[in-house]
């Protein structure tokens, strides 16, 4: 059952072998060439698997992945029982957002030390279970790095979802992100990485303070 | 015989944000009654931001002529006149400023400052019928995907250094083409691109919704330097490479905000292959696909005259004083009043 479509892929649920899971497939782009649009799935589900594993050794709750078919460009993996931040943030009491939004911090700062950098850190690829844990999802863009630039433009992405999706709180949101970074990598990395995130967005186009 | 109307409203809306001066005249119901554009044509490199500015100011007289003249209406029909205010090039949003507020004071009327980026997407509503569309703007100086939320056209994805139409551009003068009016650089490459046939691995540099094509643009231009490749492949690779980034991210913010509509503007909208990858992505997620046509897709006085309608019917008008040109005016700084929802 196609449970969500999304930019790169379809996820569908289904039972697998008796246990409910996820089947993330890369369906061909019909408005990608085809050499193109091979490369980007083939390689997409291969980094996806791997940074899965990845970030569970760095101590970031993932799905557990039963199987990769790299010739289908399918993923199958564990279905998370939860909601999707995105979906619940704004509705929260302050209190809980901004814990919410430290822990979420303290993962990517996981991530980030272990040299994982998710590229794609938006609140719909974030799912809290029942239990009260945050499951990443969505490795399909991730990369091995442990530059300070990728790691700003990781945390980058995260700030400007919070602009773009959770406008009303979006300050506080990503300074409670930041909080909690700075916990698990530091306050000397986390202010470097504050400084590059500065950096990157005078880059960008038509900002003040340029 | 037939007498106008005198309670006919007409905006007159001028844009100067780079190398195009433009004049429009709109009646307040949206009948563009003319949209005259004088284009900078440089004779080597990019655009000169004080050549432009003078080229504008030559030409500013000349152009609100001929607008006034195809529109049919006269300067005392104007009620309202609106100018690009931001974001661009400084000496070229001045000139044009200067022109707007000459006028407004000449004529008594009130004076509106539109932004314009925001005019883009509101003339493609418009022209192109869009009602709450995700919008992909691409031109030489932008490159944003954008939608409305709560008040205002969120930026959901943008380029983190340069706009796709310069790379495109830069990449194009690097390989020796010249741009001449009515054949730009962009045209060139499509023309290029598309007797191409072999793919050319480059850079696919995708952050969530927000890409870049710094990295992207020196890669083709070191491949380019060795020589080793022929120009069409080169063309296509770079086309197929970058439009599969755009269209990715575009992708990805339709199914985020899971809007109907895709809109496609800016004057990279005219690249045929562009919209054939934007089609496809739209009818994937059921959306309507709507490109805006060229003459409002380009930098025209019409967006700004139909953005100035819309903000001053709502009220938005700017003191003389206050008329200062915002370089750096980003398109999620600008409540969009008349947008329900």
Redesign the interface.
């Known amino acids: 059952m196609l449970i969500r479509k999304g930019a790169e892929a379809n996820l569908y649920l289904e039972d697998w072998h008796g246990r409910r899971v996820i089947m993330k497939r890369r369906l061909s782009k019909k408005y990608r060439v085809p050499k193109l649009d091979k490369e980007i799935r083939f390689r997409r589900t291969i980094h996806e698997s791997q940074h899965i594993h990845k970030a569970k050794e760095a101590g970031v709750p993932t799905p557990t992945i039963f199987m990769v078919d790299t010739a289908e460009t399918t993923i199958v993996m564990e279905f998370i029982e939860g909601k999707q931040v995105k979906l619940i943030l704004d509705d929260l009491p302050p209190e809980q957002r901004q814990q919410l939004c430290r822990h979420i911090g303290e993962l990517i700062g996981r991530l980030h030390n272990h040299g994982v950098i998710h590229s794609d850190l938006t609140t719909s690829n974030m799912i809290l279970t029942p239990e009260g844990r945050v499951v990443f999802v969505d490795f399909g863009l991730s990369e091995r790095s442990v530059e300070l630039e990728a790691r700003g433009v990781d945390l980058h992405l995260m700030k400007r979802v919070f602009q773009s999706t959770h406008f009303r709180y979006a300050g506080e949101c990503f300074d409670a992100v930041i909080e909690g970074y700075a916990r698990v990598v530091g306050g000397s990395v986390s202010g470097e990485v504050l400084e590059k995130i500065g950096e990157i967005e005078r880059r960008g186009r038509y900002v003040s303070g340029r | 015989m037939l007498k106008r109307c005198s309670v006919a409203s007409h905006c007159l809306g001028i844009e100067s944000t780079a190398d195009d001066f433009s004049v429009g005249i709109l009646s307040f119901e949206g009948k563009v009654l003319a949209n005259v554009i004088s284009a900078y044509v440089p004779e080597k490199g990019g655009i000169h931001p004080r050549e432009a500015a003078r080229h504008h100011a030559e030409v500013a007289g000349k152009v609100l002529a001929e607008a006034f003249q195809r529109a049919g209406v006269k300067p005392q029909e104007i009620d309202v006149v609106a100018f690009s205010q ?2 661009g090039l400084g000496p070229c949003l001045r000139t044009g400023a200067t022109a707007a507020r000459a006028l407004a004071s000449y004529l008594g009327v009130p004076l509106v400052g539109v932004n314009h980026c925001v005019a883009h997407i509101e003339i493609g509503k418009l022209v192109a019928g869009a009602v709450d569309p995700v919008t992909l703007y691409v031109s030489g ?2 490159t944003i995907v954008s939608a409305f ?2 008040g205002r056209y ?3 994805g ?4 340069i ?1 796709v139409g310069n790379c495109l551009d830069v990449f194009a003068r690097e390989a020796g083409l010249h741009g001449r009016e009515g054949m730009p650089l962009g045209a060139m490459v499509e023309q290029l691109a598309s007797r191409g046939q072999t ?1 050319i691995p480059l850079p ?1 540099t ?5 890409l870049s094509f710094s990295g992207f643009l020196t890669a083709a231009v070191q491949l380019l330097r060795k020589g080793k490749h022929s120009l069409e492949d080169l063309c296509f690779s770079l086309q ?2 970058a439009f ?1 980034m755009l ?3 575009t ?2 913010a ?3 905000t899971e809007k109907s509509e895709v809109l496609l503007t800016g004057g990279v909208a005219a690249n045929k292959r562009l919209q ?3 089609e ?2 739209a009818e ?2 059921n959306a309507r696909f709507c490109v805006v046509p060229k003459q409002y897709a380009l930098d025209n006085g019409a967006m700004i005259a139909w953005t100035g309608i819309l903000a001053y019917q709502h009220h938005v008008t700017l003191p003389l004083e206050k008329s200062f040109v915002k ?4 398109l ?1 700084e600008v409540p969009v009043l008349w947008v329900g929802g």
């Open positions: 931001g974001p100086g932008n939320e709560a969120r930026v959901f943008e380029t983190l250094d706009a793919l696919y995708v952050k969530g919704m927000d197929e490479v599969s269209t990715e991210v992708e990805r339709l199914a985020h054939s990858m934007l496809s992505v994937e997620h370089l750096k005016w980003r999620d």
